[in-house]
């Protein structure tokens, strides 16, 4: 089963607004992975990060790498209609498996 | 550069008929990816190749499932019979050594 606790399940905001959103674990992991689904579309990856206490942006999202290995976040700014989606986490440990959480739907309220 | 590509996007079959899905991975990487997304269970990891070579098929299901990986460029997975529950959308996804996995836009199955 799941190791990831992703937060918020979902998320009702306004256009502009920031988002931050969380996975932790109670294991370690190596690499940290953020991904977008959009409906009828594959995960998309979004930043991967490597080692901890990593800070990492791409356009409006930052990423973050805990300093314990345990947990990770991620900001996007001034949300935009296009940002609507469901983001996922997922870890890796250092073989080939990736642990995945439940997803955060972000849902912009015209 | 092609993303993963999948086909077929949609597939609609009857109970007890035989379903294959294909994939063909981005090319230069050498791990392939087989997983299943339901609203129940999220993306679960059906079986995993590596240089062509399957890893870890834990994942399958059952004995109705079975994936092939003929060459770097080319892969399978079959179902046989199918079953209204194996009703999913299929992802593929590929990767340099098993770290960053890049997702096909998969197939979405229906079983009736």
């Known amino acids: 089963g799941q190791q990831l606790n992703q937060s918020p399940q979902s998320m009702f905001i306004q256009e502009g607004e920031d988002v931050s959103m969380n996975c932790t674990s109670s294991s370690i992991f190596n690499t940290w992975l953020w991904y977008k689904q959009e409906p009828g579309e594959g995960p998309v990856l979004l930043i991967a990060l490597y080692k901890a206490g990593e800070l990492t942006s791409n356009g409006r999202l930052t990423a973050q790498f805990g300093i314990t290995r345990k947990d990770s976040f991620l900001n996007i700014s001034a949300s935009i209609p296009s940002d609507v989606g469901i983001y996922f986490c997922?870890?890796?440990?250092?073989?080939?498996?990736?642990?995945w959480g439940a997803g955060t739907k972000l849902i912009i309220k015209p | 550069d092609a993303g993963v590509i999948q086909s077929p996007r949609h597939e609609v079959t009857e109970m007890g008929q035989e379903v294959t899905l294909r994939c063909k991975p981005i090319s230069g990487h050498n791990s392939l990816f087989w997983y299943r997304q339901t609203m129940m269970r999220g993306l679960e990891l059906l079986i995993y190749?590596?240089?062509?070579?399957?890893?870890?098929d834990s994942g399958m299901p059952e004995d109705r499932f079975s994936a092939k990986m003929p060459n770097a460029s080319f892969s399978t997975l079959k179902i046989q019979p199918s079953e209204p529950r194996d009703s999913a959308v299929y992802f593929c996804?590929?990767?340099?050594?098993?770290?960053?996995?890049?997702f096909g836009p998969g197939t979405r199955l229906t079983v009736t």
């Open positions: 190749f590596n240089n062509n070579v399957p890893i870890d």
């Open positions: 997922a870890g890796f440990k250092g073989n080939y498996q990736l642990i």
């Open positions: 996804a590929s990767s340099l050594e098993g770290n960053e996995q890049y």
